[in-house]
């Protein structure tokens, strides 16, 4: 088994290319399907671990205050994300509720600690362990966080619920709405980069 | 096959600016005994078998093992959990007028009739038409890949990311039947419990997204690039 550094092969259609040199937040196309071959990074590599920390923070926030507080008859009712999801399992539908645990709370997580750890763990030398498992890990769950689906989720329950009681959008509403932005520019940094990062450091 | 070779048939590299090309001109990875890894994308040529990058470690493969097989069986599974996602309710509001139950259709009528159309759009796209909309395109992708078909190459390609993009929309309902039924519990006047056409659902929207994870989309080209090399 041997390396071909000098070529590349697109992965959608399989077709080979030269590695093209690419310039400041240039990308490459393959030439026969039109997917997207490589893209320059350099940009991107100072600015995703702030805001993968600044995804942290409003992670936190999201999580743990109320989404929404509803006011019926004088009666208030309030949730957070979590306490819904167990009242949901706690109601005999284990399986619902924990894809919704895993979609909208355990794997933004994930990906947004793997991440952090690998970026810092790639700008430092010596052993990191795990570092193979974590970048696979992060390939893997990459299409299975959706938080922006959930917030769009919660603006389509918000209106249900206006025709029937006086609904309060609560700090994690406001919470989700940035994390949601922040992960569309986090999630576009492709973890099969940080690949690259690691061998021009070893290099 | 040499590698000088493949840097000339490779030199149809593009800029972001340049509009796309269309035709399988261009040599596979496969062509060439090459094998890329699918999680790092190192390229590697004389690969045997079982070997593992030498990169990330991840098991090398030339195409994703066994992949019309498994996405017929997870879009064959999923087509037979949509019919009940349809026609049980996804979640029933009791209040002091009485018990109402919801199915799929029913809420974004419900949605439509109280004047917030563009509510009812969201939901019906998201809901009814992404989950058709992907069966049927993995139905159409799978036919045409295991036949082999030269039909429309670039815009099979195009619909395959479409599907991967488009998938994930379809869980608003769930999460939208969470919320209510996590916040909508105020004994004697309104509860919201969860139906079981919303775990039918989840099914769908999760058996359909392997389905497309599991669909190499190199087998579209495969077939017009094989023809290709054996009429020159």
């Known amino acids: 088994m041997q390396e071909v550094p000098d070529l590349l092969a697109c992965e959608e259609c399989d077709a080979v290319h030269r590695r093209p040199t690419l310039g400041r937040n240039e990308v490459a196309f393959c030439s026969c399907c039109g997917a997207e071959l490589e893209r320059d990074m350099s940009a991107y590599r100072t600015s995703v671990l702030p805001l993968a920390v600044a995804s942290l923070f409003m992670y936190v926030i999201a999580n743990v205050f109320p989404i929404v507080e509803m006011e019926l008859q004088g009666i208030a009712s309030r949730t957070t994300l979590i306490g819904s999801v167990f009242f949901l ?3 005999g539908m284990p399986f619902v509720a ?5 979609t909208t709370v355990l794997f933004p997580l ?3 600690l793997a991440l952090i750890y690998l970026l810092v763990a790639v700008t430092r030398s010596g052993y990191h362990p795990a570092f193979n498992l974590l970048t696979r890990l992060l390939q893997t769950v990459r299409p299975w966080g959706m938080v922006e689906v959930f917030l769009l989720g919660v603006i389509v329950a918000l209106v249900k619920l206006t025709n029937m009681a006086t609904v309060v959008p609560g700090v994690a509403l406001w919470a989700f709405g940035a994390l949601t932005i922040l992960l569309a520019a986090v999630s576009s940094f492709n973890p099969r980069y940080i690949w690259r990062i690691a061998l021009l450091k070893q290099a | 096959m040499s590698t000088t070779d493949t840097a000339n048939t490779a030199d149809s590299l593009r800029s972001a600016s340049q509009t796309a090309q269309a035709g399988p001109s261009s040599k596979t990875a496969a062509d060439l005994g090459m094998v890329a890894c699918h999680h790092c994308a190192t390229l590697w040529k ?6 593992r990058c030498g990169c990330c470690d991840a098991r090398l493969h030339a195409r994703k093992p066994d992949s019309a097989n498994r996405a017929w ?6 087509c037979i959990m949509y019919i009940p996602a349809n026609t049980l309710p996804i979640m029933t509001t009791a209040s002091l007028l009485g018990e109402q139950q919801d199915t799929i259709m029913s809420g974004i009528i419900y949605f439509w009739v109280s004047g917030s159309w563009a509510l009812a759009a969201i939901v019906f796209i998201a809901s009814f038409l992404v989950p058709l909309f992907k069966l049927a395109a993995l139905i159409l992708l799978l036919i045409t890949a295991q036949r082999r078909s030269k039909w429309r190459l670039l815009q099979r390609a195009k619909l395959y990311r479409l599907v991967e993009v488009t998938g994930r929309w379809s869980m608003l309902d769930v999460f939208v039947v ?3 039924t996590g916040l909508v519990q105020i004994k004697g006047f309104a509860t919201v419990y969860a139906g079981p056409g919303i775990a039918a659902f989840a099914a769908v ?5 392997l389905a497309s994870l599991s669909f190499d989309p190199r087998m579209i080209w495969d077939a017009a690039k094989t023809k290709a090399g054996k009429r020159a």
Do not use: F
């Open chain 1, 110 to 112: 994930l990906q947004l």
């Open chain 2, 178 to 180: 969470t919320l209510l």
């Open chain 1, 89 to 91: 399992n706690s109601e």
């Open chain 1, 98 to 102: 924990s894809l919704v645990l895993a």
């Open chain 2, 46 to 51: 004389e690969v045997q078998a079982h070997d």
């Open chain 2, 205 to 209: 929207v999760v058996l359909t997204m």
């Open chain 2, 73 to 78: 069986a997870l879009v064959i599974a999923a």
